[in-house]
């Protein structure tokens, strides 16, 4: 699309989730062979835990790359799978730190820099919790049905100062994890096939461009007609 592109990245988070992490010069050579024209690319790390590192990350990028038009909010704790009946603080706090709290300030201080400038836009990613249950995973449902519910409201406060904000329900998007999904998954859906990081990137790239400009607050569900 033309834009120059801020990575953030906390590979130690899925080293300790996953047991593996993703090589960043790996992903940062795919992504640099993408770029169009004088673009250019910055990776920056930390942990969004860290409600500092939240609040610093959008400058830390202004200074990299100066103003910024575009945020992704695609971040997230996945770990602490329990239920009600195995729920605890620690991992109620850890979701809502990562997931919410996070979110909401890196969407603060992205207002900030954009200072009355037409044309920005937000993307929050949430689960589809009001599609079907998630007791398995209490306290990742719960911080991203945060999002989906505070939605409007920060959307409503953000057209004003020329921000359009929308969150994107992706369903289930092999990034790996999926790769041994037992064939009951793949017959939920009608396409019969999972859906992959294209899936979401494509609405991304129309929800932040001009074409998407009219698409104010909604929570969008892009799951290839996945059935529960």
Known sequence: MGASLAVHHHLPHDTEQYGDSDSLAELMAALRSSLRDDADLVD??????????????????????????ILVCNHAHGGDAVGLADLNAAALDRHWAVNTRSTLLLTKAFVAQHDGRQGGRVIWMTSGQM?????????????????????????????????????????PVNTGYLDAAPPALLDSFPQHRIGQPDDPARLIAWLVSDEGAWVVGQVLNSEGGFRR
């Open 44 to 69: 920056v790390a930390g942990d969004l835990g860290d409600a500092a590192t939240a609040e610093e990350l959008i400058p830390i990028v202004n200074g990299m790359l100066g103003h910024l038009d």
């Open 131 to 171: 599609l079907g249950p998630m007791s398995d995973n209490l306290a990742y449902a719960t911080s991203k049905a945060a999002l989906a519910g505070a939605t409007l409201t920060v959307a409503d406060e953000l057209v004003d100062k020329g921000i359009v904000l929308n969150t994107i329900n992706p369903g």
